[in-house]
């Protein structure tokens, strides 16, 4: 026995702690010189081994000591900060994990609740029509309100399309499309930051018109289905302004609008509104006679389609005013997203047999310089992930196992060419380029970062934590901070250091491609001409377009703040669709991301 430890055990003055030391067998308990190396205030006296001595040696052996406490006011120290150390380590545990988490995967100076705001207060200041008095937007007013005389029909209501007076049903339906898609998904984050019921007004205000623009057939008098596609004009007739040629207020106009008719052969252009319908169908399914009428209305559309198909561009009296800026180069995939919404709203699986043949027949058709993007132009890879998500979470089951896990497969594959610069090169700034051919970058960047974005969640959900492709892997992670990189650089985070949605941030574009914004809001009214002024000036726009997303930077991170370099400085509502779908996807819910429920998939 030890020496100091003898005479310590011996102290007969001191409180004795036993402590049972369990050693494995065959292993050597600590020497004398070991024990003697503990902490100065305590010592040792082991108690007789004997006793144990006679256990088996398979067995483990233990042997016990007597703690002896010298200094009982070092004692009582060391026990305090023990239990301090211990109960601050269980306060920093319980914090991280129930504390909310908002933004975890953004920089600091990222505020996303304030950009879903902006974002969706855009589509105030583009709305046609009777003007709501009370819209945060202050510089607009009634406007349009002669929409579709000249077709002896109701256009009135809708949304300017970009920074001019066009009203674009293609658009405009896929816009309603998007936004419903990102309510259905993420109702409950809208709801958390107080914008629900600000998104719902602008997805009725969208629905009210789409339910103007087409007239079913009537077996009675031989009518044929008729589409409305356009109010307003791009080309000039006989010297007299248009839309484009004219820069002026939409409160101002005094110019013909014509309208743009089109019969059942602009395939496209049904499927699109058949989407937009049906997707807000369930958004208001609170509202249930308004729901009704969406669907049903929807329905009714889709089966009124002829057999003969085509794009609604390739007619002149039906597209040929819209050709010049939103060319439709298939039909395919607005047919297979109208009937992939059709089934998500009435979980009739004729439709979903018509999404998934339609897709595939569309994918083998896909133009090489629209793989991997979603716009308005192009909506397959939007419909490869709901396919997919109703393998997952709807699992509709046979006949349709095959395809879906197909559509699967193939949104694995379009994740990794996102994520890995062999497939697609980036900017040195680091933005996506996935249209290099001239087009505004930041529209299809901020598709791509909602579909990651959304995809992460799905697999999330599942408790996957990765995926892969034919070559490569991606983790759930990789998906993420993809997504938020894309929309960090948007709001920022760039090598321009300027944020390219309108009213955020320090720095942003103050020379606004924009008729309503660019022109001063003094009740006098402007025309054609006195309009130049305005368009031409290198002042900052008087008024500012909180929430445009403009067109954005070049393929070298450049960008131009000039009101007549629309390539840089336009918005429109369909990009900004995308952009409020990446936000609110980023958008970090007060609690733990397995916890956020999705209206369309019944997650509770």
């Known amino acids: 026995m030890p020496p100091a430890v003898s005479s310590a055990f011996e102290s007969e003055r001191d409180p004795v702690i036993y402590v049972h030391t369990v050693s494995e067998a065959g292993r050597l308990l600590p020497s004398a010189s070991q024990w003697n190396s503990i902490a100065l205030d305590f010592k040792l006296a082991p108690h007789s081994s004997t006793a144990y001595e006679s256990i088996p040696s398979q067995y483990p052996k233990s042997v016990d000591y007597d703690l002896v406490i010298t200094d009982r006011k070092h004692f009582h120290c060391f026990i305090f900060v023990l239990v301090t150390i211990i109960l601050a380590i269980l306060a ?14 953004q920089g600091s100076s990222i505020n996303l609740k304030v950009a879903i705001n902006q974002a969706l207060t855009f589509y105030d200041a583009q709305k046609s029509g009777h003007y709501p008095r009370n819209s945060p937007v202050k510089f607009r007013g009634d406007s349009g309100l002669q929409d579709g005389n000249s077709a002896k029909t109701d256009l009135t209501g809708g949304f300017y399309d ?9 658009t405009t339906a896929y816009t309603m499309t998007l936004l419903s898609w990102t309510v259905m998904e993420y109702q409950s984050k809208y709801a958390d930051i107080g914008e629900l019921d600000h998104v719902r007004d602008i997805i009725r205000w969208g629905s009210d018109y789409l339910l103007k623009v087409f007239i079913l057939p009537n077996s009675a008098d031989g009518s044929n289905l008729t589409l409305y596609s356009q109010v307003g004009s791009t080309i000039r007739v006989n010297n007299e302004h248009t839309d484009v040629s004219c820069w002026q207020r939409p409160e101002d106009m005094k110019y013909k ?30 509202d249930g006679d308004y729901s009704k009428r969406l669907v049903q209305a929807a329905e009714r559309l889709f ?21 010049m800026l ?13 009937a992939a919404w059709l089934f998500l709203a009435t979980e009739d699986t004729n439709y979903l047999a018509t999404a998934t043949e339609t897709f595939f027949s569309a994918k083998s058709n896909e133009s ?15 419909v490869e992930v709901l396919l997919t998500g109703i393998r997952y979470f709807r699992d509709p089951g046979f006949p349709y196992e095959d395809a879906l896990k197909l559509s699967s497969n193939l949104t694995d594959a379009h994740m990794c060419s996102y994520l890995f610069s062999k497939y697609f090169s980036r900017t040195p700034g680091g933005l996506i380029i996935l249209k290099p051919d001239n087009e505004p970058l930041l529209q299809f960047a901020a598709t791509a970062s909602f579909l990651s974005k959304l995809y992460s969640d799905y697999l999330d959900h599942l408790k996957m934590s990765a995926a892969s492709c034919e ?14 990189s894309q929309v960090n650089y948007i709001l920022g985070q760039n090598p321009m250091k ?25 009740n006098q009214p402007y025309n054609c001409d006195d309009g130049k002024r305005w368009l031409n000036s290198k002042d900052p726009n008087p008024q500012v377009l909180l929430g445009a997303m403009v067109g954005g930077p070049d393929t070298n991170d450049n960008f131009m703040d000039q009101r007549t370099n629309q390539r840089f400085t336009e918005p429109n509502i369909a990009s900004n669709a995308g952009l409020v779908a990446a936000l609110i996807a980023l958008q970090d819910p007060p609690y733990n991301s397995r916890d956020v429920k999705s209206t369309l998939w019944g997650w509770t």
């Open 92 to 105: 920093a545990v319980l914090l991280v994990h129930f504390l909310p988490q908002n933004h975890k995967h």
């Open 162 to 170: 970009s920074g001019n007076n066009i009203k674009f049903t293609f």
């Open 257 to 286: 609008r014509p309208v743009s008719i089109c019969d059942g052969s602009a395939t496209d252009l049904a499927g699109e509104i058949v989407a937009a319908l049906s997707a807000a169908s369930m958004v208001f399914k609170d």
């Open 303 to 323: 089966g009124a389609i002829p057999a003969k198909q085509g794009t609604y561009t390739m007619v002149d009296g039906c597209g040929k005013q819209a050709r």
């Open 326 to 338: 939103y060319n439709s180069t298939s039909y395919q995939d607005e047919l297979a997203w109208g």
């Open 368 to 382: 090489s310089v629209d793989k991997g993007v979603l716009y308005w132009n192009n909506k397959l890879n939007a």
């Open 471 to 484: 070559t490569d892997s991606f983790s759930v992670k990789m998906l993420r901070d993809f997504a938020t």
């Open 498 to 522: 300027m944020s390219y949605l309108v009213g955020y941030g320090d720095r942003y574009p103050v020379q606004v491609h924009h008729r309503s914004a660019s022109i001063p809001w003094n």
